[in-house]
């Protein structure tokens, strides 16, 4: 039987899930996702490090003004923090995501005009250079 502790890990992370995580959980996660330390976000929030420390290890909360500073700094909602429902790091709203989806597809778009018209440069170029052979032969 599989133990239920064990967490598989990931370039030495364990694996994170909005299903499993904690408050602390979240916490972290989002702190590392802006790749930040819990020295430079304590300093932002106005707190010691070793109060967010516990907080990220679940031993303690912040009250209602240091967790809307936190969601406001870690660019979540408040509700996603608290139950890990909603927007969280990285995520897109779905405006977003269609925004982003028209992104991808003007560039890809531009890409395949770009490849096109290089195939044909690249066509000319061998046209070029087999007439030159061929005059030097």
């Known amino acids: 039987m599989p133990d239920p502790f064990d967490v598989p890990e990931q370039d ?3 694996d994170f899930s909005d299903d499993t995580s904690t408050f602390g959980d ?3 996660a989002a702190r590392e996702a802006l790749g930040m330390t819990p020295s430079q976000l304590a300093r932002r929030l106005g707190i010691k490090t070793e109060t ?3 907080w990220e ?3 303690a909360e912040p009250r209602a003004n240091k967790l809307q500073m936190l969601a406001g700094i870690l660019n979540v909602s408040i509700i996603w923090v608290m139950s890990g429902v909603g927007e969280g790091p990285g995520q ?3 405006d977003e995501e269609d925004e982003e989806i028209g992104r991808v597809l003007d560039e890809m778009r531009e890409i395949r005009v770009a490849q096109t018209a290089l195939s044909n ?3 000319r170029l061998e046209k070029r250079l087999r007439r030159r052979s ?3 032969a």
Do not use: F, M, Q
Request: hydrophobic share 40%.
């Open 52 to 54: 967010l420390v516990k």
């Open 26 to 28: 979240r916490i972290t």
């Open 121 to 123: 440069r690249l066509a």
């Open 92 to 94: 897109l709203s779905p």
């Open 12 to 14: 030495g992370h364990a």
């Open 57 to 59: 290890e679940d031993r």
């Open 134 to 136: 061929e005059e030097l």
